[in-house]
């Protein structure tokens, strides 16, 4: 491969890629914050003490969270080729990306969302029971408000690790600051290049868990 | 009115109320009373449905707990409010908030709300807190703002599940004085389950005291002080008082004004007098007697106790 030159590959190359990144994250954490959201409720609903204890939901759940997240994401990324081929059309490029980061995050995020809305008091609850709320009324104006500063930082921490999966996704062709560290910088043996991706990755982190620190101090 | 018979609950092979039975009346302020662990808690939640029953009977103004749906449950629940130690409030919502928040739970509309969510603060005098957060409130205020939204859906009923047992103690006689002045000035039948036994002369007009999950002694508060039954000793931790062998030997309770029959009793009737204490009731001072007197002088006194209508009580007859 002939050789760039650094502005060529800051503007052909690492751009391109970093715009693919944040495409790609905030997809990813957007859907599985939704579906996160919807097994949280669930579980948190279904579990043991829980507004409508209900085994079976709670345990099958459980099961799948549980299978999902034993995967490596690289397996799970190449085991769901099929799917997401019959999904997107396609298993290179953004959405043929998306789907098995979803796939990866959402069963993650719910665990932690839950894990917060576990932690609302259980008089609060009750309080709202004892003025004939509705189980839908307490989630919606008990358990959700309270649990809204740990939802964000679940968020955060949830935008950090999709970075990360973004960056192995990378690696079976969705694109992606990954993708240029690998191609770019290790199979080329071009260290300038690893590391400037690298360095633009810390940053980015860096910048999110800024953003969600303030997020979560302004909530509290 | 709340009537309870022959009450069974059980979590799993643990009985926690073994027949329970008793009767509340509508506008009077109830205490259960009783060690942690004793049911209270329990029984009180029986009566808004937070918790079932597995026997017996459970009715308020004659509808039967047990039978209701879910629906029903909700809606008997709108006419209960109930209060707890830890006051209860959504961290996050401001105090208006969180008095509002049951009446748009029920669909009220902006301006009821708004309108009543202002009275309520008025009357629990924590306007000036309407839009804090409650973390920046204290106990006391917390749990005036609790009353507030457990009054909020025109309760009939207010439950406390050991309101004031998170408080200090001068906090704690504001916020019974709260509830004694809402029991009055809105008829509220008030429950109040606790282990304090200040909170119980403080406000209640009748209460049960429950132990291990049975009722160990009921009645009148004046009336279950004066008598002393063993399951109050053993709350109170309290020795019971060694009796004199020879006469009767009596318990009176006299209210302030009656004062002056003490020294009539000491020099008409030759008694001795055993103790003294004073205490108060529902803030009412009252001064509880204990005499010991000859038999031949039994009788009169007794008569003293019938003219002057004293509540009084024989710790042990005369012969």
Request: proline residues 3%; positive net charge; aromatic residues 8%.
């Amino acid at each position: 491969m002939e050789r760039l030159s650094l502005q060529q590959y800051i503007f052909e190359v690492v751009w391109p890629a970093f715009v693919t990144t944040l495409q790609i994250m905030f997809f990813t954490v957007l859907i599985s914050f939704f579906v996160g959201m919807v097994i949280a409720i669930i579980l948190h609903v279904t579990r043991p003490e829980g507004l409508r204890p209900n085994r079976f939901i709670y345990r099958t759940i459980d099961v799948i969270i549980n299978l999902v997240r034993s995967f490596p994401f690289v397996i799970l990324m190449v085991s769901l080729i099929p799917v997401t081929r019959f999904l997107t059309g396609s298993s290179i490029g953004v959405p043929a990306a998306i789907f098995p980061l979803c796939v990866s995050m959402s069963p993650y995020m719910g665990r932690l969302i839950q894990s917060h809305m576990d932690e609302v008091s259980r008089e609060a609850v009750e309080a709202a029971k004892s003025f004939g709320a509705s189980t839908f009324q307490i989630i919606w104006h008990v358990i959700i408000v309270e649990s809204i500063p740990g939802i964000a930082s679940v968020v955060c921490f949830a935008t950090v690790a999709a970075l990360g999966a973004t960056t192995a996704a990378g690696m079976v062709g969705a694109g992606g600051l990954g993708n240029i560290a690998i191609r770019y910088g290790y199979n080329n043996f071009n260290d300038q290049i690893m590391y400037s991706t690298v360095a633009i990755l810390v940053v980015l982190v860096q910048i999110i868990q800024l953003i969600g620190n303030a997020v979560y101090k302004k909530l509290r | 009115m709340i009537e309870i018979q022959n009450l069974c609950k059980s979590f799993g092979s643990l009985e926690v109320l073994k027949n329970i039975s008793l009767s509340i009346r509508t506008g009077e302020i109830y205490g259960l009373v009783g060690r942690s662990g004793a049911g209270k808690s329990t029984l009180l939640r029986c009566i808004n449905g937070l918790e079932s029953y597995q026997s017996g009977s459970l009715k308020i103004d004659g509808t039967e707990i047990r039978d209701l749906s879910k629906q029903q449950i909700r809606e008997l629940r709108r006419g209960i409010g109930m209060i707890f130690q830890q006051f209860s409030l959504i961290e996050r919502r401001t105090v208006y908030q969180n008095v509002a928040l049951p009446m748009r739970c029920w669909k009220y509309d902006k301006q009821t709300v708004d309108k009543r969510v202002r009275e309520l603060l008025e009357l629990v005098d924590i306007s000036e807190k309407i839009d804090e957060r409650p973390s920046v409130l204290s106990g006391g205020q917390k749990q005036r703002v609790a009353i507030a939204r457990a009054l909020a859906l025109d309760s009939k009923i207010l439950l406390c599940d050991e309101a004031t047992s998170a408080l200090d103690p001068k906090t704690t006689r504001s916020v019974l004085n709260l509830l004694r002045e809402i029991n009055q000035k809105l008829g509220l039948t008030i429950i109040v389950v606790t282990h304090q036994m200040s909170v119980v002369r403080e406000v209640c007009d009748t209460i049960s005291i429950l132990e291990n999950g049975k009722i160990a002694a009921a009645g009148d508060v004046k009336e279950v002080f004066l008598q002393k039954p063993d399951a109050l000793l053993t709350l109170l931790g309290q020795e019971r008082m060694r009796c004199p062998d020879g006469g009767g030997t009596y318990s009176f309770l006299l209210a302030e004004q009656q004062l002056d029959l003490i020294p009539a009793v000491y020099n008409r009737y030759g008694a001795r007098i055993l103790s003294t204490g004073t205490s108060a009731y529902k803030g009412e001072q009252f001064t509880e007697v204990t005499v010991n007197v000859k038999n031949e002088n039994a009788a009169q006194l007794k008569d003293l106790f019938a003219k002057q209508q004293l509540l009084w009580h024989a710790v042990r007859e005369a012969s």
